[in-house]
Every structure is written in C-alpha cells, then in structure tokens.
C-alpha cells in the first residue's frame, strides 16, 4: 500500500518558469490538500479538495493553481514562479466516515527552489 | 478562527530526560486534537490523536491528555531516546464543514543528545 505519492522530490526552478507538482493516492479518501512549509512556520494550506471536480483555496492560494479530475490524482500547478514560493510542499489526503477521524496520510515532500 | 499555539522551541534534552511540549488551542465546537512527528527529510506521521474531552492518546512512550477546561493537548514522555529527535506538531480538526482540514501550530524542534 503506497499512501500517498509525491513527485518529485526536489526541483530547481528558474523565475518566471512553471511546473506541476504531481501527487497520488492509493487509499480512495475523498479529501486531499496541499501545504506549504516554510522554516520555522509551520504548515499553511494553499488548496484542498473534497472530492473528484470540487477544489477550494486555502490560506494562500496566490500564484497556484489545482484540479482533482480523478478521486486518485490531485496536481498543483505553478505558474510563472517566484522566489517567494520557495519551500518545501506536502500533499495529504483523509477520509471521515462516521464520527471518527483519523487526521491525514501525508505524501514524501517536494522541496523547491526558485532562483 | 482556529489556531494552534505551541511553545517556542528549539528544545535540546539529554537522553532519557522528560518531555513537554506545551500545545494549547482556540476553537469553535468541540475539535479532535492531534500530535504529528516530522523525522529529518520526511512528511508528518500522526503520532498520537484525541477525539474528545479527557481522553488520552498514546503511542511509542508519548502520551498527551485533551483538556477542555484549559483548552490544551501537552504532549509528553517519560524518557527521551535520541531517535526521538524530530519536530512535533500539534493540530486540531473542527469536524462540522471544515472537511478534514486541519489547522497546525508551528511545530517544534526536539534535539536528544547521548
């Protein structure tokens, strides 16, 4: 059982480039989100999603764009990247059934830079 | 809104000390609260997790009590291994329509020296 897949690990971008950070899950939950982390702030949610053809933005959605057009695949897109966006990007997905909650499965991690 | 407010850190122990990590939250109904661990170059593992008030979640020695009445969730151990070193958040999901999501406080660093 793979969880929840990210890739790539690592990328380096050129400003004003753009890119899609790719991730997959294999557990058939319905919610997936998008994160980024920054030294020494925690973690801040840019989209998320509640199932196949429904997004929603975050806390900071400038400068990315999402789609989920399967329950699986849930992409986030960089347009024309900026050094700001720098950092390191998880993707998570959970499942709520019932009145339990078990929090998220988190993907690998993609670390970017933009230079 | 709801936010999480975790003492500020770095922490450093020797090994076998005791650990708290103060975790305290402000939120609307009554959420689940959680502790994830972030071991160097890879995602969060949820770590421990408590659904209610009074309840206590555990998990590989850590222990942490969901008080209502001082709206905290400390996370806590009796005897730190080096192999503990890592950062731990803490995190509270509102259930209702917030859709899973979850609102992280900023995590803290834990170093464990031999």
């Known amino acids: 059982n793979a969880g929840v897949t990210q890739t790539p690990k690592f990328r380096i971008l050129k400003i004003g480039q753009s890119m899609t950070l790719q991730c997959t899950q294999d557990?058939?939950?319905?919610?997936m989100y998008w994160y980024r982390q920054d030294p020494g702030m925690g973690l801040k949610l840019i989209y998320y999603?509640?199932?196949?053809?429904?997004?929603d933005k975050g806390e900071v959605p400038n400068g990315y764009n999402v789609s989920r057009s399967t329950t699986e695949d849930f992409p986030l897109r960089l347009e024309l990247a900026a050094p700001s966006q720098t950092s390191v990007y998880f993707c998570?997905?959970?499942?709520?059934?019932?009145?339990?909650?078990?929090?998220?499965?988190f993907g690998s991690g993609t670390r970017l830079t933009v230079v | 809104g709801d936010s999480v407010t975790q003492m500020e850190g770095p922490v450093t122990l020797s090994e076998e000390a005791f650990l708290t990590i103060n975790c305290t939250y402000t939120?609307?109904?009554?959420?689940?609260l959680f502790w994830y661990v972030q071991y160097p170059g890879e995602g969060l593992q949820l770590l421990l997790k408590?659904?209610?008030?009074?309840d206590k979640g555990s998990n590989k020695g850590f222990e942490a009590t969901y008080r209502k009445e001082t709206t905290s969730f400390h996370l806590e151990k009796g005897s730190v291994q080096v192999s503990d070193s890592a950062v731990y958040f803490c995190?509270?999901?509102?259930?209702?329509?917030?859709?899973?999501?979850?609102?992280f406080g900023q995590g803290t660093i834990l170093t464990v020296h031999p």
């Open positions: 998570a997905s959970s499942s709520q059934t019932g009145l339990e909650y078990d929090g998220y499965t």
């Open positions: 557990m058939n939950h319905n919610y």
């Open positions: 999603s509640v199932g196949a053809g429904i997004t």
């Open positions: 939120a609307t109904g009554y959420p689940s």
């Open positions: 408590a659904t209610k008030a009074d």
């Open positions: 995190a509270l999901s509102d259930g209702g329509t917030s859709y899973g999501k979850l609102t």
